[in-house]
């Protein structure tokens, strides 16, 4: 009696052990090698950062010099205000009359739209921030102010070259999954 019991009693534990691990095994089946990917490659990629722009350089703990995707160097302030940790989903948009660069639909987080208000509000108009792609100046922008409440994406008009739109796109749900999930 106490064999049989134990039998059945192993039967339900491999069954249940087995059937917790079916989504992962279709996965699995469908893409091998992006299964394995996924599961082992935790290293952020194309990591969007907006950061103050620095004119004269006079406080060595937070200002750095950067280099730039177009030569030189540019001067920010070390802490970004905006991270892709505060960016759950990027989209490219197509610029209207210029077909082959490209704008972007960015959607926030809770934290990522006040950050972004508060950014909006204390650089005011006409005062440009820059973006940063892996630490590296990409270009800087106008921030748009966020003014319904409600609201949770921001558009932001490039140009955005096509390599690096689809990289920030493809990208940014993984490395907000990535940053928010440590």
């Given at each position: 009696m106490k064999i049989r019991s134990l039998i059945v009693l192993s039967a339900m534990m491999t069954a249940a052990v087995l059937s917790s691990g079916l989504s992962s095994c279709e996965k699995f089946l469908e893409d091998p090698e992006k299964a394995i990917q996924e599961e082992t490659d935790k290293t952020p990629r194309?990591?969007?950062?907006?950061?103050?722009?620095?004119?004269?350089?006079?406080a060595d703990m937070v200002e750095m010099d950067v280099d730039s995707f177009f030569g030189g160097t540019v001067c920010v302030n070390k802490n970004p205000y905006?991270?892709?940790?505060?960016?759950?989903?990027?989209?490219?948009?197509?610029?209207?009359?210029?077909?082959?660069?490209?704008?972007?639909n960015?959607?926030?987080?809770?934290?990522?739209?006040?950050?972004?208000?508060?950014?909006a509000v204390t650089r005011g108009e006409n005062k440009k921030i820059g973006i940063l792609i892996d630490g590296m100046f990409y270009r800087s922008i106008n921030p748009p102010m966020l003014t319904d409440p409600e609201t949770t994406?921001?558009?932001?008009?490039?140009?955005?070259?096509?390599?690096?739109?689809?990289?920030i796109t493809i990208n940014s749900e993984r490395n907000h999954k990535i940053f928010n999930d440590r």
């Open positions: 194309y990591v969007l950062t907006i950061h103050e722009l620095i004119k004269y350089k006079r905006i991270h892709s940790r505060d960016i759950t989903k990027i989209e490219m948009v197509p610029r209207p009359g210029n077909t082959d660069f490209y704008d972007l960015i959607t926030l987080n809770d934290r990522g739209k006040m950050l972004w208000s508060a950014m994406t921001v558009y932001l008009e490039g140009p955005f070259d096509p390599a690096t739109a689809k990289g």
